[in-house]
């Protein structure tokens, strides 16, 4: 079956310093990565997504950049951490399913990061 | 940026009533989905519908979908006290391809009072 696992959980970072935060899938090939911020009581704001192995588009001019060295791994990294970083990260994939469009995506547990 | 959104914000009903929350969105989409978040978690997939259906069904879910008004509906009947969580409406645009992307709405606060 296919799980995904983003790490860590919360986080705690100072200002200035960089930033990864890894997701991985298990059980599927080629899927299609995403990362999204999630405000406190906001929707979701789509950062990036990746359709295959070193190909990532970005939604949002930012702070924030992200790779696909592996098939099924996706990093978001920073240089150097702005407050407004702070947030809730989550990692999705989903694969196409009828007509080339995406199915259901499936989630991590989320990432808190916190800039202080 | 946000293709749909949600309305009502939030809505507090009392359990063994029906909740219905709505969604418009922009432009045209291949699919439209719904998915739950309890807090703090990650989101978790309840039901698609594809721009061809007008209805589709899945337990105590019902979902609408009105393409001439890009607008969609969630009924969850017979509300639960375990119902109690965020509920967003996400799109894939059309056209679509390798690179269509899923597009989430600002979401509705669901909060079933036992």
């Known amino acids: 079956s296919q799980t995904i696992h983003q790490w860590p959980a919360t986080l705690v970072q100072p200002v200035g310093s960089p930033l990864s935060l890894e997701c991985t899938v298990e059980g599927t090939s080629n899927p299609n990565l995403y990362w999204y911020r999630q405000a406190a009581g906001r929707g979701l704001q789509l950062l990036f997504y990746s359709v295959g192995i070193g190909q990532i588009s970005s939604e949002v001019p930012q702070n924030l950049s992200a790779s696909r060295p592996q098939d099924r791994q996706f990093i978001l990294s920073s240089k150097k951490l702005l407050l407004s970083d702070s947030g809730f990260y989550l990692c999705?994939?989903?694969?196409?399913?009828?007509?080339?469009?995406?199915?259901?995506?499936?989630f991590g547990q989320g990432t808190r990061l916190t800039v202080v | 940026s946000q293709q749909g959104e949600e309305d009502p914000q939030a809505l507090s009903i009392q359990e063994g009533e029906n909740a219905t929350m709505n969604c418009s969105y922009k432009t045209s989409i291949n699919n439209l989905q719904w998915y739950r978040q309890n807090s703090g978690r990650g989101l978790v997939h309840l039901i698609l519908i594809r721009s061809n259906e007008r209805e589709k069904h899945s337990g105590r879910l019902r979902v609408t979908l009105d393409t001439s008004k890009k607008s969609s509906s969630l009924l969850i009947t017979a509300s639960r006290a375990a119902d109690t969580a965020s509920y967003f409406c996400a799109t894939v645009q059309a056209p679509g391809g390798a690179t269509n992307k899923l597009i989430f709405g600002t979401g509705t606060l669901l909060a079933v009072q036992p």
């Open positions: 999705a994939w989903s694969v196409l399913g009828y007509g080339l469009t995406n199915t259901e995506a499936f």
